[in-house]
């Protein structure tokens, strides 16, 4: 038997984080049984040598020979190209991927504010079906994009969040969303995640899961102040996106926030950060994010005992605060850490 | 000659603050001349009595009755009731009050980090358009809503950005939106907004003016990271919303941070918090935003001493920090705040 994992490096610093995760998930030796990894290409590189963002060939290739991905990041174009269209989005929907789950967790000792929370954001729904028109009216262009909300996608990222929150010492659950304008999608969603325990099966199975809601605005605003209050996020797409590096924010970098995009048959790691083209090139990319990310993998995939030695060593490096990259306010580089890592496992 | 100020205090808090702020504008005696006050009906509990939350009559005493409002805080209902539908939203709509502007300063002496920053919010349209279907499909209900972004309120609210950035010592504008997904309806925003300094008529006015961007996740990640990048934003509705709660909290609360929603013809002062259910009733809500608001309005209809003297004594209320209301960590009530500007002005 073996773990075939896709590499999808992508665009920037992707190409300096990924190879970091596939190292350290090699170092877990007879942990992670034969993995093979598989390069794929994808991005806004491969779009201006290809003229598609996401290869077909690299979707097939995920879907008929691997078990699972690692993610980089993507560049997107200054201005609109004809064409051009991101590949991490339609990777998600392609894959159903419809659960992405980013634990945000403060580690350095006596950090304040303390976080520990998992924004679980939908992902192939909302705005990001981008269905959008534009048309030419009295008062010049318009243009109208349709946000989509269903019960079949609200349900199943409900039941995932019920499933994480219940999982958790605190199991507190809130929605997020913004139902005082839009009453009717985020009435939907919002229903529909709190009509979860009622499911024929559930069997109150959920019934020490405390549920709450905040209105997306007010919950950035509390997350700021007293993100403590936060355990289980499930929100929306956008919600989702935006909170997730609101989150980030309260930790130090977004170069630690990891995150999986899951669904039934697949499970993609995925770096929260972009591609950063200010650091692209120089090194010093923080391989954190992918390294948790790969973690966060293997954990779901069942691979627990890798997961924690990762997850182990990642903290314990952090806690030690000596080999950090810029964007902690260290010196080191991608590959220093990476070393770091590998030293404690 | 008077001046004419509609009052909806609506729910909540509302009714604590927005008679706080009448009475400082009264206060400043004659620099506004013969102010008279209407007080106007709308809201939550307004719905529950009549039935509408905003009656017609509201709007018509506004529209032909008054140069001016202000606008308390709505409680919405914890669950989808047919026929209520947010009268504030409403509100700026029937009025075309397309610009919401919220400026965002950090006053406390040695405040880290040091924020001054105005954002901009379009208010007329995005996902406010409030265009909303559910069906049933396949696999359950299906709800969609309209995104719409449109060339003419992009423009105006471009055309306000860019004469408030100008008018500022950095002269920074930062364009927010989420083109890398939204590229019809987030492009026609950018590319308008960008294009105003080419408009007829402005003639290089605009020639000093520092043009950036950002994504709305980024913008918010790094409005928690370096707050002091940014100057002016300019925002779709919806990250507008979400921006300037989030910029809120970084300066110690909901409760200082005021706005106007300004039109062509009409302007109404509104403090960015809402109703505030928990401390409702308890005669604790901080006035400082609703006062803050009442300036910012004043400021806008030309009464320039007025809005300075007011923003003055609420200034030297919070250096002193003597006097705050327990948002602010102090033990005062919302009358003790109120009698504390009162006596500096
Ligand atoms: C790159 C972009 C399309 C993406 C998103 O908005 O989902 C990113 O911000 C993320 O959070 O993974
Ligand atoms: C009450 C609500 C409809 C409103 C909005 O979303 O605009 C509020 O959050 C605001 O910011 O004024």
Known sequence: QSL???????????KEVIPAA???????????????????????ETFT????????????ILRQECDCAL????SSPSRKVVGYSSPIVALRKELDL??????????????????DLIVVRENTECLYVKQEVQTVGEHGKEARATRLITERASRRIGQMAFELANARPRKLLTIIHKSNVLSVTDGL????????????????KYDQVTISEQLVDSAVYRLFREPEIFDVLVAPNLYGDILSDAAAALVGSL????????????VMGEPVHGSAPDIEGKGIANPIASIRSAALMLRHLGYTKGADRLDTAVDQVIREGKVLTPDLKGTSTTNEVLEAVLRIL
Request: charged share 15%; net charge negative.
């Open 22 to 44: 596939k190292a350290a998930i090699l170092a877990l030796g007879s942990d992670i049984p034969n993995p093979q990894f598989v390069d794929l290409a994808a991005g806004w």
């Open 71 to 74: 993610f980089g990041s993507v």
């Open 255 to 266: 170069g630690l926030i990891p995150s999986i995009n899951a669904g039934d048959n697949f």
């Open 49 to 60: 040598r290809t003229g598609v963002a996401l290869p077909q060939e690299t979707v097939d």
């Open 4 to 14: 075939r994992i896709g590499l999808i490096p992508a665009d920037g610093i992707g």
């Open 98 to 115: 419809y659960a992405n789950i980013r634990p945000v967790v403060s580690v350095l000792v006596g950090e304040k504010p303390s976080v």
């Open 189 to 204: 969603f919002r229903e529909t995640v709190r009509s979860v325990p009622t499911l024929p099966g559930v069997n109150g």
